[in-house]
């Protein structure tokens, strides 16, 4: 099946610093990565959609400067969380859409997802 | 009001027990319905993909949406302890559209 891989699983960074999460579709490719957030036993939050070669689509409330995304390849997104503060302190989950998996209308498989720890 | 709302539970049930979930939604342009499972600390599994109204069973789970009264609903049957999890109920209006997450149900099955 369909597997995506998060690096790193957890980070612990000192406020003011930049933290980069990459999100790898290991099996096929992914035209279309999606980054979520999720706060505990509280649901998955869309922060941004990104599409390969484009610049990403940010959902409203989302801040494109601090939260940046980058699609560079049809395995590849990379989410840095700049100048971090402990309100950004969160589990950073993507997914990855599989358009050739033939099952159905949204095919997102996730990753294990990063616990970010801002002190 | 929320788009999805789902109860969060904490839900406790004997092992072998039978299970629902389930979900209520507003906006009736929802047509592609999902359920996920998510261990503590992972990333959500997709379990079940149900499209417009209708039944679909794979193994121990089955998955129901009446779009009628905008209520969907997943049953374990025969549950397990290794079926303790929480349960994401997840919605879009069209393929490749946005997932609208339930706020998910908390699951522990004892032995």
């Known amino acids: 099946g369909a597997v995506v891989s998060q690096h790193p699983s957890w980070v612990i960074c000192k406020s003011g610093t930049s933290v980069k999460i990459e999100c790898r579709s290991l099996d096929f490719q992914a035209t279309t990565m999606f980054w979520y957030r999720q706060f505990p036993k509280q649901s998955l939050m869309l922060m941004a959609t990104?599409?390969?070669?484009?610049?990403?689509?940010?959902e409203q409330g989302v801040e494109k400067d601090k939260f940046l995304i980058n699609h560079a390849s049809l395995t590849l997104s990379t989410l840095t969380v700049t100048s971090a503060h402990p309100e950004d302190s969160s589990f950073y989950i993507c997914s990855a859409r599989d358009v050739a998996s033939g099952r159905g209308a949204d095919t997102q498989y996730f990753g294990p997802g990063t616990r970010l720890t801002v002190l | 009001q929320k788009e999805v709302e789902q109860d969060p539970g904490p839900l406790s049930v004997p092992e072998g027990a039978i299970v629902s979930l389930n979900c209520t939604y507003s906006n009736s342009a929802f047509q592609y319905f999902m359920w996920y499972r998510q261990y503590s600390r992972k990333g959500p599994e997709l379990l079940m993909y149900t499209y417009s109204s209708g039944n679909k069973e794979d193994g121990r789970f089955t998955a129901q949406v009446d779009k009628s009264s905008k209520y969907i609903s997943l049953f374990i049957r025969d549950s397990q302890p290794s079926d303790s999890a929480t349960y994401l109920c997840a919605m879009t209006k069209n393929q490749g559209g946005k997932l609208i997450f339930g706020q998910g149900t908390e699951l522990s099955v004892k032995p």
């Open positions: 990104s599409n390969e070669g484009s610049k990403a689509t940010y």
